[in-house]
């Protein structure tokens, strides 16, 4: 099948993938057409007396519709997440030196020729060596004999990139093969000779090690022989940021002392916990982030239905989500974006509940209550990254929009109260009470913040690092994770490296420059490669939606304008002071707000126009067949090379 799914659209998945998404849709259809709806009754908005008093929005229900199309959306999108994700089986056992001279001879048992070497090295025990950290190899010498006298140099190996296979291509026929190691901080995973005629590896024995570690033996380099890929892609190796989280979570899950830690690490922990159920491999170390762009589609369904209380919309908002290419890259990479941007759109969710009540008309534990979740989730996403402090700004201004709203009430109300001859009853009685709960509500509001925004927060951010080996043999403190704060903002401020595929704010708003992840060849000779950026109708559409937004928040004074426009503010504003190198994945935060901008223009056309269903169903779908039409560019399918320099629209962008 993946055969004629190549053959028809240069796409090795697309056709299982529309037949299981096919299959799944019947089903879930199926279901839900036995399913009752419930009954529901939608909650009354309190009317005010006054006019200048904006009353509480209760939060909307769910109805089966509202279910049906999450769940497809949703399910549809998993399908294609999860699709060859990543492989279970993966070189773990690791071989350390006993010394700073190891040397290490195998034997070619078939005495077949070989044309490359291939060797892999995982992370070794860090526990072991206080003195340094035992990670990959340093210029190890591998050479050929006949006699074991007389050594022909065949290949160094060397180079950066842990979980990534090195292939060493060489043209040799030896009977004896031997390595020499230089250093004991050197570590190798699996060592292999591709066979010349590309029908499998040269079957090895080892002979002898003049130094030996029985924790970690020589033999460990030649044991896992039978998964070793002879076309090593996405799907059975790491790239890009993967040499570094994964890393970090393979540490975390065996008890070792870290290597190095750029990053807050409550994302990383939920990578352990992955790694520690199902091992050290591609699925497991991706599985968390994958997992977690899943459950982002039902969660923003959740904030649109919040804000807009339109099922069409909220279906429209979902599907830009699940067909942009940037959550599904992002999702599918083991690294820390899909964890961050999660979390804050999850806090976001629990701001703007608070910010459509009024503790005029609702009950101040209620509201504080909201207030508490929403700082455990802020504290969440600080932890997982820092990208999680510019949000927490775009918390805080609407925090303190809301509030200032309720004083101008309170300002309006004694007013009120001073011409009482000119409103009724009922009106003064609501003057009252605004007058007398504005002052003890809002010193009351500001002292738990201290606590729901700071403290709890920063209490969370500690508490984050209890499972990790950050500082050696030292234990958790207070005092430690300042020093890593610390250390973490030096090393992001004094960055100075650059890369070929480095962008800066603008380029991401406009999809100008996509970074570059991933490429290889594989036995069938399909190319796959990963690039990361935008579906370019969502960056598009986004930037007129936001512009539109900003209008409407200052002539129309819009509350969800506003909303939008400080989430999306904060989520891009401080790039734009950044000066070290950043790419366009930096931009995933930001999509997501243009996501609701989009959804604010839908939602004011459909009001004004309602026929205009249809125009938007269309667009709706051409933005899902470009998504489709760019899988082998953002996922990694296999594909032409005729086909993917085909979708390079822009000289800008690079797909292999």
């Not at 299959?23 to 009354?44: A, D, G, T, W």
């Not at 500082?471 to 960055?495: D, E, M, T």
Request: net charge neutral; aromatic share 16%; proline share 4%.
């Amino acid at each position: 099948m993946r055969n004629l799914s190549y053959t028809l659209f240069r796409d090795s998945e697309l056709l299982p993938i529309l037949l299981v998404c096919g299959v799944c849709f019947v089903l879930i259809s199926l279901v839900f057409h036995f399913l009752k709806e419930r009954n529901i009754q939608k909650p009354k908005r309190k009317k005010s007396s006054l006019s200048f008093v904006r009353t509480s929005v209760p939060s909307p229900s769910l109805t089966k519709k509202d279910f049906y199309l999450m769940s497809v959306i949703t399910l549809m999108y998993a399908i294609v997440s999860f699709w060859r994700l990543g492989s279970m089986k993966f070189p773990v056992t690791t071989w350390q030196p006993a010394s700073d001279h190891t040397q290490i001879i195998l034997e070619t048992q078939s005495g077949e020729a070989f044309d490359a070497i291939y060797a892999l090295y995982n992370e070794g025990d860090n526990n072991s060596n206080p003195d340094n950290y035992q990670l990959g190899f340093h210029d190890i010498e591998v050479e050929g004999s006949e006699d074991m006298d007389s050594w022909q140099a065949l290949a160094t190996l060397e180079g950066k990139g842990i979980f990534e296979w090195k292939i060493f291509e060489t043209e040799n026929n030896y009977r004896y093969i031997r390595l020499t190691s230089s250093s004991k901080d050197d570590t190798m995973t699996e060592f292999a000779l591709r066979k010349a005629d590309h029908s499998g590896f040269v079957p090895l024995s080892l002979v002898s090690v003049n130094e030996e570690d029985e924790r970690y033996p020589a033999s460990f380099i030649i044991d896992e022989q039978e998964i070793v890929p002879m076309y090593p892609t996405y799907y059975e190796e790491g790239y890009f940021d993967e040499v570094y989280h994964p890393r970090n979570a393979w540490e975390i899950a065996e008890g070792q002392r870290m290597y190095a830690t750029v990053h807050p690490l409550f994302g990383t922990n939920l990578m352990a916990l992955s790694i520690k159920i199902l091992g050290l491999n591609p699925f497991a170390w991706r599985l968390p982030g994958a997992l977690t762009g899943v459950l982002m589609i039902p969660l923003l369904y959740v904030i649109l239905k919040q804000m807009f209380r339109k099922t069409f919309a909220c279906a429209c908002g979902a599907v830009l989500l699940a067909a942009d290419f940037m959550h599904l890259t992002t999702s599918r990479i083991g690294t820390l974006e899909p964890f961050s941007v999660f979390f804050i759109l999850w806090m976001f969710l629990y701001m703007i509940r608070y910010v459509q009540t009024s503790f005029y008309d609702t009950p101040l534990r209620k509201q504080l209550k909201i207030l508490f979740i929403c700082g455990v989730l802020m504290g969440i996403a600080i932890a997982t990254k820092w990208t999680g402090c510019y949000s927490a700004v775009g918390l805080a201004m609407l925090l303190f929009a809301s509030l200032f709203r309720r004083f101008y009430e309170y300002r309006k109300a004694g007013k009120v109260l001073k011409n009482q001859d000119n409103y009724l009853g009922v009106q003064i009685e609501e003057a009252k009470n605004i007058r007398s709960l504005f002052v003890k509500n809002t010193v009351i509001t500001l002292a738990c913040c201290v606590l729901f925004f700071i403290i709890i927060p920063l209490g969370i951010y500690c508490l984050s690092y209890l499972p990790d080996k950050v500082w050696g043999a030292n234990p958790w403190s207070i005092k430690n994770v300042g020093r890593q704060i610390l250390y973490i903002y030096r090393y992001h401020k004094s960055v100075t490296a650059t890369h070929p595929y480095q962008s800066v704010w603008w380029m991401w708003v406009l999809d100008v420059r996509p970074i570059w992840y991933h490429q290889s060849t594989d036995a069938m000779g399909w190319y796959h490669t990963i690039s990361c950026f935008s579906n370019p109708l969502l960056c598009l559409m986004g930037l007129g939606a936001i512009l539109f937004v900003i209008y409407d928040m200052i002539r129309e004074k819009k509350q969800n304008a506003w909303i939008i426009f400080a989430g999306w503010l904060t989520a891009l504003g401080p790039w734009l002071l950044v000066d070290r190198c950043v790419f366009s994945y930096h931009f995933y935060p930001t999509s997501l707000f243009a996501i609701m901008a989009i959804v604010y223009v839908i939602d004011r056309i459909m009001k004004k126009t309602p026929k205009a269903k249809t125009a938007v169903i269309l667009v709706m779908a051409l933005y899902v067949l470009v998504f489709v039409i760019y899988l082998p560019a953002t996922a990694g399918f296999g594909t032409s090379r005729d086909y993917i320099n085909a979708l390079e629209l822009l000289g800008t962008w690079h797909f292999g």
